[in-house]
Nanobody, 114 residues
């Protein structure tokens, strides 16, 4: 069994930054050998993929966050991060982390005020 716990969400003004964290637990899993991803879901919209980091550290982003968001991982801590800069009101959503094997966190709310 894998548990993912996100943290770091909150309220921020437009132009500000937040760093989300997602910590995994479940001792039988080799987290360092897995891909991770971040998604978000805004009210009334479908869940949207944002970024992926491979087990080797290669990253990919959806176009409209490229250059503003950075995904990273700390294998020693079984944790993935999403650094979000230059935030916009349209970034307001619940943000979810995902790990290979189709495990999801419970989500953390990010609200960006104009």
């Amino acid at each position: 069994q894998v548990q993912l716990m996100e943290s770091g969400g909150g309220l921020v003004q437009a132009g500000g930054s937040l760093r989300l964290s997602c910590a995994a637990s479940g001792s039988i899993f080799r987290f360092f050998d897995m891909a991770w991803a971040w998604y978000r879901q805004a009210p009334g919209k479908q869940r949207e993929w944002l970024a992926t980091i491979s087990r080797l550290g290669n990253t990919r982003y959806v176009e409209h966050v490229q250059g503003r968001f950075t995904i990273s991982r700390d294998n020693a801590k079984n944790t993935v991060y999403l650094q979000m800069d230059s935030l916009k009101p349209e970034d307001t959503a619940v943000y979810y982390c995902w790990i290979q094997g189709d495990y999801w966190g419970q989500g953390t709310q990010v609200t960006v005020s104009a």
